[in-house]
């Protein structure tokens, strides 16, 4: 019996790490998440639907028009007698049907540069919402990031206390055989509250960093989340091509969501000057009709009125003919949006302008920011490296009694200061890598 209770306490300890081990979060799976579940990717979205349903209505506006009427009208007093066209003194009524259509068959081209423009701006809505997916995913590779650095800085202030508590517990001794004051006790026990310190700080900076990437992933009923680290070692991180400005501006230029977005609105722009011209033209259109009518005064020779389906027979009539509008004054309005839209048309012309002026300054930042961090990537790893040989003799001389705990406690924080410096520029490299790779045309989200 003992040993079934004790395979089934193994079997529920293995299941409970499997599901523990199931909680944690790749970069891939928080992206995923944020993309399927944003809400303001979601309005977004229904701006593309409303985009298409534009572009859709503006092919359908090329149909004809197709109309149904009917009526049915009580006459009392002195009215006009449809059937014979007298004017009599009595109460009848009337009921009249009629179905019309019309085509236009021309409106210089207003419809088909309607179309055009509508096309294109539902395009750009498709953009701009692949653009807002990828603002989100570098939203959520920041957040991601920031519980990587505040998970090292809490595992280095870990490391700390540790030292300290050591450190502390060594002075003890020493005071208990009369090689240290008192006095050593209390710079021991403050360094270590120092330490404990850093740690709860590094840990609410840990919560709150976690708390950040559960709200940017839309995560309900989830106050606490584990992921697993993805820091790119030193050697993979400056294993890059030699990069410039211009080559990763050329890439970015020909993909990024944000400038098509805005090339298709220049390009829309340009058409609703021609939708705009087209009010200036003369427009031609087809219309054609039918329509039958009942009316009491109808009657017979007995003084009868004839039935229903046979006024509906007999006063049927057919009509169809042309259109033509002349615009010949309007109150300038016409021109006036003609010139209104050609501004229109130069505004986006400037915002791409604008955008790609911003876009190669990002990027020249970003490349100068690879150069500079390949640098510090190396000088920070050899200061890491001399700070600890450093605080490892001023360990050694601590205990021999050869410097005070003030020292020690300075070569310390210069060892956990190089720690974190080199902490944060490794994520500066994976973050600065992670974008240029994305201007550069390498997937760095599954997106899709």
Known sequence: MIQKTNILLVFLLLLGTGLCAQERWTLDECVAHALEHNLQLNDFEYIEASGREDYRQSVR????????????????????????????????????????????????????????????????????????????????????????????????????????????????????????????????????????????????????????????????????????????????????????????????????????????????????????????????????????????????????TLPFRQQFRDNTSRFFGLSLTVPISNGWSARSRVKQSKIEKLRQENNLDLQEQVLFQTIQQLVQEYKALQVELGQSAQNVEAQRLAFAVAQKRYEKGLINGIELFTAKNLFASAQNENLQVRLRSEINKSTLDFYRGIEVFNIN
């Not at 508590?165 to 020493?174: G, P, R, S």
């Open 61 to 304: 506006n090329l149909l004809p028009t197709v109309n149904a009427g009917s009526d049915y009208t009580v006459s009392s007093g002195r009215a006009e007698d449809p059937n014979t066209g007298t004017f009599v003194v009595q109460d009848f009524f009337s009921n009249n049907y009629s179905v019309q259509s019309n085509i236009d068959l021309f409106q210089g081209l207003q419809k088909i540069n309607a179309i055009k423009a509508s096309k294109f701006l539902y395009r750009a809505t498709q953009e701009e919402v692949l653009q807002q997916k990828y603002l989100l995913a570098f939203r959520v590779m920041q957040a991601f990031n920031d519980i990587q650095f505040f998970e090292g800085l809490t595992a280095i202030a870990i490391e700390q206390v540790s030292v300290s508590k050591t450190n502390y517990q060594l002075v003890e001794k020493q005071i208990e055989l009369g090689l240290m004051a008192g006095a050593d006790l209390y710079e021991a026990k403050s360094a270590l509250l120092t330490d404990e310190l850093n740690l709860t700080q590094s840990e609410n900076q840990l919560a709150a960093a976690k708390l950040s990437l559960i709200q940017e992933m839309n995560l309900e009923n989830e106050s606490n989340i584990e992921i697993i680290s993805e820091i790119t070692p030193r050697a993979e991180v400056e294993d890059m091509p030699r990069i410039t400005s211009d080559s990763v501006y050329s890439k970015a230029r020909e993909f990024l969501p944000l400038i098509k977005a805005q090339e298709l609105r220049a390009k829309a722009a340009k058409k609703q000057v021609g939708v705009a011209r087209g009010q200036l033209y003369p427009s031609l259109s087809l219309f054609a009709g039918v329509g039958t009518g009942y009316f009491e005064t109808f009657r017979d020779s007995l003084g009868s």
